[in-house]
Structures are given as C-alpha cells and as structure tokens.
C-alpha cells in the first residue's frame, strides 16, 4: 500500500476541483461568477481559472451551464436511442476512450458462491482526474475500481475484502497502474476484460450501461425499457448503484428523468465532475 506522504504529497488538482464543483452545484441558480467560486476554493481568480481550465479544457463558467437542469434535459432529449449498440460517440483526439473496448465476464453460479476462493487479487491506488482509485485484478479481468477518499489501508480495501472474503489480496502497484494509465489517459488501446460477482440482473444492467456512449446520459426508466423491463426502474437503481467497477461500466450516466443528477456510489459531487468533464471533452472536439 502507497503510504500517506506518497498519495498526499502530490498536488491534488482535483481537491479543489471538487470542492469548487460542489459550491457551483450548491449555488448554480444564482450564477456565480468566477469571483466568488474562486474565493471559496481560496484561490485567486487567475489561478482558478487557469487550473479549472487545465483539468476540463473549458471555462468553469461553460462549465456551470453543463451542470444546470437545463443541459441535462438537453442531452436526453438529444440522445434518445443511448443504449442502441449500433450508435457511437468518440473523440477523435488521443487521451480519450473512444477506442477503448470493454467486455464483462461474469463468473459462474459455484464461483460466486465461493466468495473468491483459490482466486488472487492484485490491487494499487493510483492517481486519476477524479481523485484517488482502488483497482484490482484478477487473472482473468479487472474485479474492482472504487474512488477512494482515504489513504487509510484497512478502509482502503474493505469494500475489496467484502465482495472477495476468500480470496488472496496483494499489493501490485505496476500492473494496476499500466490499467489505470489506459483507462484514464488513453496509454493503450488494448481490450480490456472485466471479472464480476454480480446476480444474473445485476449482469444485465452493467452490460446494458456498458452501451451507454461517452457523453451520454439516460435515465433509469429508459435503462429499465432498454434491458425488457420497463417496470423495474427501482430496481434497476439498486443494481446501478452496486456497480463494482467505477467509470469504466459508466454508471454515473445515469440520472433522473427530471433531470437531476441523482446519486452516485461515490458520491454526487464526484459524478457531477465526471459528467462535466466528459461533456466538456465532446465540447472541444466539436
């Protein structure tokens, strides 16, 4: 496990981006101007602008209108057929996940039941656009990616050790961190393959997330019509809201049908970051 001084000691960008992400969402009816928002992060508003631009490639006044109801509205609206496996929605630049292919291997009825036993895990905390990630491997695909708020070991890997209570669990920061660099910044375009626990509904949802195109948003209902059942929309919740596997099986493109953003596992100011900065991404390539 990294110790403390490595994690902390970095200049942690997306700290302050997701302290200046939850006023702007806390205040977005009253417009804030830059001003204010950079007071709050206790930046000057020189350093904010420059450093929120750095991270989202656009103005954090853009990025206000990307959190507002009005654009979540929009983009539903504009998108109706997310989950349709034949549309596509990519980037053209480099760094980007367009390219980036992702299958989920669910593991088999005596596998689950045997909470991961004879299987070894490997696991690392890296670094990401979205602050601090848990990401663990199995021999046959990525089992786990959990944003962490903590460089405590234990609460580190206590989700890890709960939905894998047999199995042997070993630190590996090389090899988790070539997979972070190719799913945060695009290093290769290799497939990469998923290994999850998960019921047989659980399954359904997170291969029909994995439809969602980059950008994208939809709604629980429309998950719930999309996979055949249209009237299991709560239920359809709960099975996003168990996702294992953070970002890459994209739950956090999922919102209400009002608009709002919803919950997220890893919390909503952290969903809000990611939607806005895969909006923002689209917005510069356009």
């Known amino acids: 496990m990294p110790s403390p001084e490595t994690l902390t000691s970095e200049v942690d960008?997306?700290?302050?981006?997701?302290?200046?992400?939850?006023?702007i969402r806390q205040h977005h009816l009253e417009q804030p101007n830059l001003s204010t928002i950079a007071q709050h992060v206790n930046l000057s508003e020189y350093h904010f602008q420059r450093l929120f631009t750095q991270w989202a490639g656009i103005s954090p006044k853009r990025f206000l209108q990307y959190l507002t109801l009005a654009y979540a509205k929009s983009r539903i609206a504009d998108t109706p057929n997310l989950l349709d496996l034949t549309e596509t929605v990519g980037l053209s630049s480099p760094g980007r996940l367009h390219d980036l292919f992702v299958t989920l291997?669910?593991?088999?009825?005596?596998?689950?039941?045997?909470?991961?036993?004879?299987?070894?895990?490997r696991y690392g905390v890296h670094q990401t656009p979205f602050g601090h990630c848990l990401i663990a491997l199995t021999g046959r695909g990525i089992c786990n990616i959990h944003f962490v708020d903590t460089t405590?070991?234990?609460?580190?890997?206590?989700?890890?050790?709960?939905?894998?209570?047999?199995?042997s669990i070993l630190q590996d920061q090389g090899a988790t961190g070539e997979i972070c660099d190719q799913i945060f910044h695009a290093a290769a375009s290799t497939p990469l393959t998923l290994y999850l626990k998960g019921t047989n509904f659980q399954i359904q949802v997170w291969q029909a997330l994995l439809n969602i195109p980059f950008g994208g948003l939809t709604t629980y209902q429309a998950l719930a019509t999309a996979i055949g059942k249209p009237t299991a929309a709560r239920a359809i919740g709960n099975a996003v809201g168990c996702n294992p596997v953070a970002y890459l099986i994209p739950c956090h493109r999922v919102i209400r049908g009002s608009g709002e953003m919803g919950g997220y596992r890893w919390g909503c100011d952290r969903k809000a970051a990611i939607l806005g900065w895969e909006a923002s991404q689209i917005q510069g390539q356009t």
């Open 13 to 23: 960008t997306y700290d302050r981006i997701a302290k200046a992400i939850a006023f």
């Open 105 to 121: 291997e669910a593991m088999s009825p005596g596998e689950y039941r045997a909470g991961g036993a004879g299987l070894q895990i």
């Open 152 to 167: 405590d070991e234990e609460t580190v890997l206590l989700p890890l050790r709960l939905a894998w209570p047999q199995a």
